[in-house]
Structure formats: C-alpha cells, structure tokens
C-alpha cells in the first residue's frame, strides 16, 4: 500500500507546473478570460504538446491509457492555476465515448487535439438530476431525429461534438429509455447561445430542432444509456473533485501566505488565536477532502460499480464541503480584499462554488449516498 | 498509487481474526459491545490473554517482548480488535510508561519494569495534570526533593496530581515533578516513577457527569521515592514527557470502534420507528449519519495516508486525527442518543456495571447510551483539548 505517484505522473506534473508559471499566470488567465473567444488557442496548443489531451485516450487511439490516478494529477495542478480552457468537458466527452464503445475516429481526433467536446446532460427542470430529461430523439429512418433543450453546458460553444442525453423512450425521470448521443456540433437545426459563467469559464444554452443523426451517433446502447451516462457522470465527478482539491490547495496557500504578512495591531494577523484556529479548521478540511480525491482517485477505474458510485458520491459531497468552507473562510480571513476581483482568492472561491454546482451538488451527492445499497444495509 | 494490502497482510488480518473468534470471551465481548462498564478484572483478564499470545505490546520491539509487526499490521490488529468489540488495552503502562523507559530508563529500570508491564502485574496510572496544569503541562509544582540517609538515596514527593484515568486500580504512576524551581520551567521537571501502595499516597475518586468513577485526584504527602525510579536525567523530565505525546500516531483516531459504533448506530436506527418508518428512512435522520459515514471515510483514508509514512518521526499530523477523530466518536454518541430517543433517559447503574441482566426501562440497548453521550464529552478535552490541538496545527504545521 503506497500513496506515491509514478515517474510518468511526477513528469506530467512538472510539465504543466512549467507551462503554467510561464504562460498562466493569473494576469495572463485574466486576460484570456476577457477575450472575446474566452480561452486560448495558445494554451490549447501546449496542453495538446505537453501530451494532456492524448492521457485518458486508450492507446489503440493513439492516446496513453491513462488512468483516474493519473487524471488526478493533472486535473490538480490545472485548479490550482484555474485553467479555463475546454480540458474537463473535452476528456469527459471523450470519457462517454470510450465507456460506450466505438466511435474510435472521434476518439482519435481528442487525442491529437483536433477535437474540443462538450457534455449537454443538464436541463432547466432536471437541476441534479441526470435522469430528469425532456429532450426527445425520434427514429428517424435508419438515424434519429433529436429536440429539446440543455442548459449551462459547460464550453458547449467551443466543443466540436457535443455528448447528448435524450429519450428515446421512457417518462421523464425513468432510467430506462434513455440514449447518449455524439452530436457534431455543426449539425443544422443545432442553436448556441453562449456565455461566459461567473467563474470565468465559458458555457452556453443549446437547443435542438430536428436535428438529424445518423444511426452510429448513439454511444453505447439506444435506450439503455443510464448505466453509462451515471458512470461517466462519476468520472466527471471525480475530475471536479481532483480539480476543486488543486483549487483549494492554492487558495489555502495563498490564506496562509496573507496571514503571516498582513499587519494589525503592529502583528502579522496569523498571531491571532481566532484566526489560527480558522486555519487550523481549513487545513483539517483539506486534508480530509484530500483522503476523499484519493479514494476516488483509485475507485473510479475499478470494476465494482457500487462501490465507484458510493465512494464517488462521498466524494463530491466531502469535497464540495470543504470547497464551502475553505473558499468562504479564505475570504473572510483576507478581509476587504477577499471580496475584490483584484485577488485570485475570490476567482478561487468563485471556482470552488461553481464545481459544487457541476455534476450534482452536496444535497444531491450525499442524498445518493444514502440511497446506495451499501449505506442501507448495516455492517 | 497503490491501496491494496499486499497478501500477507490479508493472511495477517485472518490470523487475527482467527485468534480473536477462538479467544475473545463473549461475556467479555458483550459488554463492550454493550457499552457496559469494565472493571479491573476484565481489563487484565483480556490483557492476560493477548499477553500469553504475545501480543499485548503490539508496537514493543521484539527484544523488550513485541511481536515485530510492521505499522500496517499495527493498524489491522488495531481494527479487527475494534471490530469485534475487545476491551482496550489501558495505554498507560504498555503505550506511554514503556516507551519511554525503553529510550531514557536504566538497563535496572528495563529489566524489572517491563516484564510486569507485559504480564499487567504492575496497573500504571499516569501523573501529568494538575490543579494548576491542564493543558499547560509545563506548570506542574508537585516538588520531589532529593535527600541522602542511612537508607540511600531518595525523594521525598508532595503535592497533587489529577484526572488520574484508573488510578484507583494502579500498583504505579508517572509523574511530571519539579526538581527545580529556579530555572525555566521546562527546564526544572523530571519524570519519576512512584509506588501507589506507598505510604502518604491517597487516591481520591471524581465521579463525572455520567456518576462513572473513572478518573481520580491523587495526592502526595511527603512520599518517600527511591531515587533509582527516577527516568533519565534531573530536570531532563519535559523532554521525556514530550517524547511520549509525540509517541501516540494513528490510534489516537479510533477508526475501527468509530466504524463498529457507526454499524449500532444503523441497526438502532432500523429498530426505532418515526412516523411509522425506520428511523433509518427518514430523510433528516439519515443525512446526518450519511455524512458522518462519509467523514469517516475520509478519516479513514487519512490515517492510512499518515500510515504510509510510517518510519518518519512523528509529527504533528497526529493533532488532525485527533480533532476529526474525536469529533466524529463525539457525533456518534450524540446521533445513538437521538436514535434511542425517550428510552435514553432511565439510568440504570446496576445493569452499567453488569449486576443484572436486563435494564429497568427494558430497553438492554438503549439504557447505556445517555452515559455513553456523556462520558464521550471527555475525548475533545482530554489527550491536550482541541483547541490545543488546533494551536500545535496552526503552529507546528502551518508555522503561524
């Protein structure tokens, strides 16, 4: 039993700590962010360089198999600079893709970089509820016909496919009769408004009128798309919680940088025991959401689906605590300046409460939790 | 990354639970999975067990009488014995006197004090507190005065220590003294052993809140101490004594018994009813033990994360095991008083210690756990207060 990270993994690590102290700064992502495009080409080059697009690609697709362990290392060090390029939704497109099976030209296409994914599963009604879906595909032919509407699809205008959950049979919250769907996003009949999200990160409402699909969009299996679409939705999970521990990281960092340097009362304010002791509870929640990214870490590739959705859950809801509380306190204990847009704190603090919003938030996660088999049933 | 026990641990983890289904008494077993009171002879009786089974010392090294196991092997002894509800073994002479008579004790000290903290001939109680001395260890005034007479050399001991755990079943105690009053304080304190039986020792009970007699004042009047029990050096006392605090890692956390009452706790939330449904089903209910389940998860992986660096010296992280930990032991007591509800409130102290069979209120499982609640209020205040511990995070780790 060990918690240390391969060769491989301390390399890519390295990698992205290099390109991102040399070209992320907070002023260059501040920059990137007003932008009219709101992410960088540039950027997008260097992460495809530096191999970060091809790491979750198996290898017959001319990616490097990599795993959750080592998404976690990457997806860490991306939160602590709050990269706000399309990574996430492009390898948790990918993600669906690879779980269903097929579609290999696609996955080929992440890996080299060409390709920028989206994940559309949200819809104004479903808030957390993956399964709450109105969006309807019809047989159409051999191919589908798809209508309805997502919301807030993260970096759903600069995506190239977008990842769909429709019905294709069911009422509106059945698990059965749903289908995930690889929609090009130049499909016509597909409409994008796009937005940028008080996070800094791009977004953007879609809606589909009689979208035509031929019969190989659909991922994995018509109708039986629940398992997959619960199971990729775990991993994206798991990323956030990866990215939220790198975010959290930071913003503490910078928290207990403030403390020691601020001046009150002629002392640095980390004198003060009320303080000291706030730190002491945000080092404690950090190190405890740092156990639960771990765990997640190493249970998302295993083969035993309860156990992933249970310690999944547990995760998102332990993280998404601590995202809470660090954020709020690290402002707080900044003072005046914790709440202006000048300090990173509060872009941290604005990530940190978006993440909890993403993929189900701590309600929704701990809900599940309790509803999994191996919450009910005592030991 | 790698979260696997290797085979041998697993083959270790049977071994172990092996042994404990053949010789784990079940008379003894039922009460501590009852939570019922323990007195001294169920202590020693199960101490006696694993002592012949040469396991009582799990992290001695093997030439004082360990078993040589690795850290990891520490840990699965520790869960299982949790997990199937063994009485603990007391700390106080296996865990904290030994350890440091092992660094800075005489090879004469080794040699006879040892063997009977193995074989729990000798009960040891521990003297760090005082009236004036919570916390702030350092201001500790008990005074040993050396003299020389016709009988050798020696001390003669007065003052008052307190919150003494057991004293009133201990054979020895190890005292924090003051050899020296005229240099810093630290640097005046010396560690000594001393006789209970000796005369001008009185042990005096406090009963707690839940009318357990468990801790207890212990007073010196002008004891006569042989100077060959004093460990170490004079006035070299605060560094052993910090050595000791030091010495105490992942047990602190308590993750086994959490997960042992953690599954108690489901069943009487299955048992009782709310609105005509398992308390276990309704929904505000079940959220609160949700997330404790989940924050003992984390836990969980956090001592095994402080597991992995075992070798290392030990550090401060101890202080965040402690705080989560007890946290959590405390969250539990309160959620297993609310599942009992109104059958909590009859106190039955005969059926506690074990003179009757059933409690008076007719509930076996829920008669306990208003006491259980109340004595697990200690546990954030006793070991340096979390509040302390929350000073050694902030200064220690954070450097604030």
């Keep these: ?379 | 990354m790698d979260l696997h026990y290797s085979d041998e641990d697993l083959a270790f983890r049977d071994q172990v639970r092996a042994f404990l289904d053949s010789h784990l008494p079940k008379d003894l077993q039922a009460k501590v999975l009852q939570h019922l009171r323990l007195d001294k002879d169920d202590f020693v009786r199960w101490h006696r067990i694993l002592a012949r089974q040469g396991w009582v010392a799990p992290a001695w090294p093997r030439e004082f009488g360990g078993p040589g196991w690795t850290a990891l092997q520490r840990h699965i002894f520790e869960e299982e014995c949790a997990r199937a509800g063994t009485p603990r073994i007391m700390p106080f002479g296996i865990d904290m006197v030994a350890p440091v008579i092992m660094a800075f004790g005489s090879q004469e000290q080794k040699a006879r004090l040892l063997p009977r903290i193995l074989s729990c001939e000798d009960w040891w109680c521990q003297g760090y507190s005082e009236p004036g001395a919570g916390s702030d260890l350092a201001s500790v005034k008990t005074t040993a005065v050396r003299h020389l007479d016709a009988d050798g050399e020696h001390y003669i001991v007065n003052g008052q220590k307190t919150w003494t755990t057991l004293a009133q079943h201990a054979d020895m105690i190890f005292c924090l003294v003051r050899t020296d009053a005229s240099v810093r304080k630290q640097e005046g304190i010396s560690f000594l052993l001393i006789d209970m039986h000796a005369p001008g020792v009185t042990v005096r009970p406090i009963i707690m809140l839940d009318e357990d007699h468990e801790v207890n004042e212990v007073f010196f009047d002008n004891v006569r101490v042989p100077a060959a029990n004093l460990v170490g050096e004079e006035n070299r006392g605060w560094t052993y004594a910090k050595y000791l605090l030091g010495h105490e890692r992942t047990g602190i956390a308590a993750v086994g018994r959490s997960k042992r009452e953690l599954g108690l706790l489901k069943r009487l939330a299955r048992r009782e009813h709310k609105n005509g449904r398992p308390l276990l089903e309704d929904p505000l209910f079940a959220a609160k033990v949700a997330a404790l389940e989940i924050e003992l998860m984390a836990l969980d992986m956090t001592v095994l994360r402080v597991l992995a660096q075992a070798g290392k010296a030990p550090g401060p992280e101890a202080s965040v095991l402690k705080v989560r930990g007890t946290d959590i032991q405390q969250m539990l007591t309160e959620l297993m008083l609310e599942a009992a509800g109104p059958m909590a409130l009859p106190f039955d102290a005969a059926y506690l210690e074990g003179e009757q069979e059933h409690s008076v209120a007719g509930d076996d499982a829920a008669a306990p756990l208003a006491s259980y609640y109340f004595n697990y209020r200690k546990t954030s205040i006793y070991g340096g207060s979390n509040e302390i511990q929350r000073g050694i995070i902030s200064q220690m780790i954070l450097g604030l």
Aim: aromatic share 8%.
């Design chain 1, 1 to 379: 039993m060990h918690f240390n990270l391969n060769e491989e993994q301390v390399q890519f690590a390295d990698a992205l700590k290099r390109w991102i102290g040399r070209d992320y700064s907070f002023e260059q992502r501040r920059a990137i962010i007003a932008s009219p495009e709101g992410t960088s080409s540039q950027a997008w080059a260097r992460l495809v360089e530096l191999g970060m697009t091809a790491l979750p690609v198996p290898q017959e697709q001319g990616g490097f198999s990599g795993g959750a362990t080592d998404m976690f290392v990457v997806m860490r060090e991306l939160g602590r600079a709050l990269v706000v390029e399309p990574y996430l939704a492009t390898v948790l497109g990918a993600q669906f893709l690879k779980l269903g099976g097929g579609h290999g030209a696609l996955l080929e296409a992440v890996a080299t970089g060409e390709l920028k994914m989206a994940c559309a599963l949200g819809e104004r009604q479903s808030r957390h509820d993956l399964r709450d879906i109105l969006t309807r595909a019809e047989r159409d032919g051999a191919g589908w016909r798809l209508d309805g509407e997502k919301n807030v699809v993260i970096h759903g205008a600069e995506a190239g496919v977008l990842v769909v959950s429709a019905r294709t049979g069911g009422a509106q919250r059945d698990e059965d009769g749903i289908t995930l769907f690889a929609v090009p996003a130049d499909a016509p009949g597909l409409r994008q408004t796009a937005y940028r999200g008080l996070d800094g990160l791009r977004a953007a409402d879609l809606r589909f009128d009689g979208v035509v699909l031929p019969p190989d969009a659909v991922i994995g299996q018509a109708g039986n798309g629940w398992e997959l679409l619960e199971h990729g939705a775990d991993y994206g999970a798991g990323l956030l919680c990866f990215e939220a521990l790198g975010a959290m990281e930071a913003l503490f960092d910078a928290t207990l940088e403030y403390l020691k340097t601020r001046q009150q009362f002629g002392v640095p304010i980390g004198k003060f025991q009320a303080l000291q002791h706030r730190m002491a509870d945000m080092y404690i929640h950090l190190e405890q959401a740092r156990s639960m990214a771990l765990l997640v870490a190493v249970k998302l590739d295993g083969a035993d689906a309860a156990e992933r959705r249970q310690v999944a859950a547990a995760a998102k809801y332990r993280v998404g605590e601590a995202a809470r509380f660090i954020g709020q306190q690290a402002v707080q204990l900044h003072g005046g300046m914790g709440v202006t847009d000048e300090l990173a704190a509060s872009h941290y603090f604005k990530r940190l409460t978006t993440i909890d919003l993403t993929l189900g938030d701590r309600d929704h996660h701990l809900a599940r939790f309790m509803a999994q088999p191996g919450f009910q049933r005592a030991p």
